[in-house]
Structures are given as C-alpha cells and as structure tokens.
C-alpha cells in the first residue's frame, strides 16, 4: 500500500479533464486550477459549471469534448451508470480514465474491462472525504486507488494535489472495497453512538457532558481491530481471550433490559447480538470476536 501525504502540484502542471462538478467535483477541480493545472470541465447541467469557468476552467460542451481535450481524464458522477451514458459517445483511444465516482468493487473491476476494451488504461477510487477536506492538508482525507499500477505512478503527483492517495493494489475493485469496508464500520459506529444517546435521553444527563466520555471510550476500544486483524491471519481464536463471546453473549442481556427500561429500541444492537448468539450456539463460545468474521461469511454463503 502506498501512503503519500497531500503534494504540491508537479512542476509539469498536468492538464486534465474532470467530469462532474456537483460538491465534490467543484472541490477537486478547484485544487488542480489552484496549483496551476489546466483543467477541462463538463457536467451535465452546465450552469454547474459556471463558477469553476470563472476560475478558469475551460468548459467542454459534451462529455466526449472534454474527454478529447486531455489525456488524463477524471470521472467524478453520480454513479457508474452515469459514468457509462456520459461516455457512450466518448473516444477513449490512449486515454488514462481515473474513476472517482462511489461504486462497488464489481463496478470497478466490469468499468475496468470496459474501459481497457475502449482502449483507455483505467484506475478506480474512493475518497476517504468531503468536499470541505479537499485541498486541506491537516485533514486527513485522502483516496484509495487501484487497477493499473502504470496511470497511478505516472500521474501520483496530479492526484495528490487535492488530497493525500493510497494505493491498494491492481485488482480494479480494491478501491472501492476498501473505501466501502471503511463506512460500513462507521456505520457501525454510528449505531452505536445513536444507541448510546437514545439511552441517556431521556434522563437528567447532559448529552455535552455524556460525548466526551462516549469519545474517550470509543477511542480506547478501536485498537482490538489489531488483534482481530492478527487472529484472523493466525486463525488462532481462543488464545489469550479476555473476554470470550460466550461472557458477551449473556451479558448483552443486560444491555437489552437496560434498553427495554429506558424505552429505546436495541434493532441497531439485535442483529450483532443474534450472530453473537448464534456463534455461541454453534459451539464456539470459546472465541474472540474474530470468531464473527467468519461467522458472518458463513451467514451470507447459507443465505
């Protein structure tokens, strides 16, 4: 994996072309004009692009324009669809397409092919931020990368301009897997900070007061993706365990009871609890929670 930090633009300024300029396209294009990069534009509704033309974009009439005008062209849509429609009637011949419109990893690795068979080299993404962190280096955004090694190395210094980049391999769906394992942990996260509130609401509890300890918590327990990440390649589950998941499974009774007393629903708890519950059944009461990795695997290939 490659981890670079926020670069200043290369002395080269390459010109390039973004397609897209909703929130994030606007961020990014503003960063490449800003360290002097000329930069082509096209988004479907035009008037979208009229500030960043004030700026001194050059503004392509069609997608296909603008893919003509630069060699290095940048994709930054809706969803992979719209990637395909805006360019249907682009040539793509000696193109290097760098894809950062949100997708799945199996958009990546089928708009890879698609892509390649139109002549075009092709790198996917994933941005790890949001519009305000572009161009900001303190704010640890960066972009995941994958596909063809070549159009990442050649172009690493034009891609770092407005955010730090990461690349994670030639398999083009690996950005976006990475970008989506990513949130689906925060989402995970947010679960349960909404639980957590939902709890204390309705008692005499400042939530000001409750969110520094939430935090500090929170903090203290993300190293144990360490371990899990340590167990899962040793596939050695029982080991030094502190707490097993059979402790856990029966004390979640408590944490339901508790949610029942204060009138909050536990569905953001139930489906962890249930795999939880379901592990333990299976006669492996003895693992840490590593052990749900693959048990969550197994859930989905028995579904």
């Known amino acids: 994996m490659t981890d670079n ?28 004009l800003a360290a002097g990069h000329p930069v082509t534009v096209w988004n479907r509704t035009p008037a979208r692009a009229g500030a960043l033309a004030a ?16 060699r290095l062209v940048i994709a930054c849509l809706l969803d992979d669809a719209s990637v395909g429609e805006a360019l249907e009637d682009a040539d793509l011949t000696g193109r290097d397409l760098v894809n950062l419109t949100t997708g799945t990893p199996e958009d990546g690795r089928t708009r890879a092919a698609w892509a390649e068979a139109r002549g075009a080299r092709f790198l996917d993404g994933g941005i790890m931020a949001i519009p305000p962190m572009i161009g900001i280096p303190e704010s640890g955004g ?41 949130l689906s942990a925060m989402s995970g996260l947010f679960a349960g900070i909404t639980h957590a509130f939902a709890l204390i609401r309705r008692e ?28 899962l390649v040793s596939g050695d589950y029982t080991t ?37 519950a379901r592990h333990v059944a299976d006669g492996h009461g003895d693992h840490d929670g590593a052990g749900l ?8 290939a028995r579904d």
């Open 5 to 32: 930090t926020l670069a200043p633009a290369p002395a080269s300024r390459t010109p390039l072309t973004l397609l897209g300029t909703g929130a994030m396209g606007t961020a990014l294009a503003r960063t490449w």
């Open 55 to 70: 700026e001194g974009a050059a503004v392509a009439a069609s997608a296909a324009e603008a893919v003509a005008a630069n």
């Open 142 to 182: 960066y972009v995941f990368y994958s596909g063809s090694q070549d159009v990442f190395e050649e172009h690493r210094d034009t891609l770092a301009v407005p955010t730090g980049t990461r690349y994670v391999g030639t398999d083009p769906g690996f950005a976006s897997l990475h970008d989506v394992a990513l």
């Open 204 to 231: 005499d509890i400042s939530p000001k007061d409750f969110a520094p300890l939430l935090t500090s918590w929170l903090t203290a327990m993300t190293p144990s993706a360490h371990r899990t990440a340590e167990q």
């Open 240 to 276: 030094g365990v502190v707490s097993n998941l059979a402790m856990q499974s029966a004390g979640n009774a408590t944490l339901l009871r508790t949610a029942e007393e204060q009138g909050v629903s536990a569905e953001l708890l139930t489906p962890y609890m249930d795999l939880m």
């Open 293 to 300: 990795v693959d048990a969550l695997v197994r859930a989905a």
